[in-house]
């Protein structure tokens, strides 16, 4: 099976920056595309970056010229970079997945893999 586990969360000041982590383990063949979505409390969970396998990437519009998104396919892991960071960023991010995996002698795909969340706070 496949794992996904965030890291980078924490406390930081409007203005400030942080950089989450996103690491994929398991039987891993390929990440096709990984995103990053958020959930702030009382509201959906909403996208905000995604990169796919070459290197195209898609951002939400309240975080473009601020967020940078980022893979490093040997190491199947992504990263947000988030700079001129506001309070309205403060949610849980999660990273998500969708992956070519072996199980078995067979190469199968999902793409429901979910982190745990990190949590990001940003202070006024």
Same mark, same amino acid.
């Given at each position: 099976?496949?794992?996904?586990?965030?890291?980078?969360?924490?406390?930081?000041?409007?203005?400030?920056? #942080?950089?989450?982590? $996103? *690491?994929?383990?398991?039987?891993?063949?390929?990440?096709?595309?990984? %995103?990053?979505?958020?959930? *702030?409390?009382?509201?959906?969970?909403?996208?905000?970056?995604?990169?796919?396998? =070459?290197? +195209?990437?898609?951002? *939400? =519009?309240?975080?473009?010229?601020? !967020?940078?998104?980022?893979? =490093?396919?040997?190491? +199947?892991?992504? !990263?947000?970079?988030?700079?001129?960071?506001?309070?309205?960023?403060? &949610?849980?991010?999660? $990273? +998500? *997945?969708?992956?070519?995996? !072996?199980? %078995? &002698?067979? #190469?199968?795909?999902? =793409?429901?893999?979910?982190?745990? %969340?990190?949590?990001?706070?940003?202070?006024?």
């Amino acid at each position: 099976q496949v794992q996904l586990v965030e890291s980078g969360g924490g406390l930081v000041q409007a203005g400030g920056s #942080l950089r989450l982590s $996103c *690491a994929a383990s398991g039987s891993i063949s390929s990440i096709r595309r990984t %995103g990053w979505y958020r959930q *702030a409390p009382g509201k959906q969970r909403e996208v905000v970056a995604t990169i796919t396998s =070459d290197g +195209n990437t898609n951002y *939400a =519009d309240s975080v473009k010229g601020r !967020f940078t998104i980022s893979r =490093d396919n040997s190491k +199947n892991t992504a !990263f947000l970079q988030m700079n001129s960071l506001k309070p309205e960023d403060t &949610a849980v991010y999660y $990273c +998500n *997945a969708d992956v070519l995996y !072996f199980r %078995g &002698a067979s #190469l199968r795909r999902g =793409d429901d893999y979910w982190g745990q %969340g990190t949590q990001v706070t940003v202070s006024s």
